[in-house]
């Protein structure tokens, strides 16, 4: 549908998710866009282990929101995703769009963000609390 990412799935949906809420200046979307586009690239490219997607975007007259989520398969993946697996993308993205642009992109990426509005979700699937789903 040309919002959600198609990066492959390793099959971690369900167990550890960092999640990033973006409210944004609809005056500087583009901004945002162009650096979403350009990490999905280098993620492909760099064939970094990183499960990311934009899972919902909608628009109202507070801003631009948007919902990024990362599957991990526990704590230290994600924090491994953060560290080794990210600096990846970073370099793939460098090589791609120029030294140094990942820093200039992502400053743009933040200006393009509202003051309030954003914010960061740490999700653990917990499957002895679940309730069984029934099936029809």
Same mark, same amino acid.
Request: charged fraction near 25%; aromatic fraction near 10%; glycine fraction near 8%.
């Given at each position: ?39 999905? =690239? ?13 899972? @919902?975007? #909608? &628009? +109202? ?19 491994? =995703? ?13 090589? @791609?769009? #120029? &030294? +140094? ?36």
């Amino acid at each position: 549908d040309g919002i959600r990412d198609s990066v492959a799935s390793r099959g971690l949906g369900d167990v550890y998710k960092s999640q990033l809420l973006y409210t944004i200046d609809p005056a500087k979307s583009d901004d945002f866009w162009t650096f979403r586009k350009r990490v999905y =690239d280098a993620v492909v490219k760099s064939e970094a282990q990183i499960d990311m997607e934009v899972w @919902t975007v #909608g &628009a +109202g007259n507070r801003g631009l929101n948007v919902l990024v989520g990362f599957a991990h398969e526990n704590h230290a993946e994600m924090e491994l =995703d953060g560290s080794e697996e990210w600096s990846k993308v970073v370099t793939t993205y460098n090589e @791609t769009h #120029g &030294a +140094g642009q990942f820093r200039v992109d992502n400053s743009k990426l933040k200006e393009s963000m509202a003051d309030w509005g954003n914010s960061t979700q740490l999700w653990t699937f917990l499957p002895e609390l679940s309730s069984p789903c029934a099936t029809p």
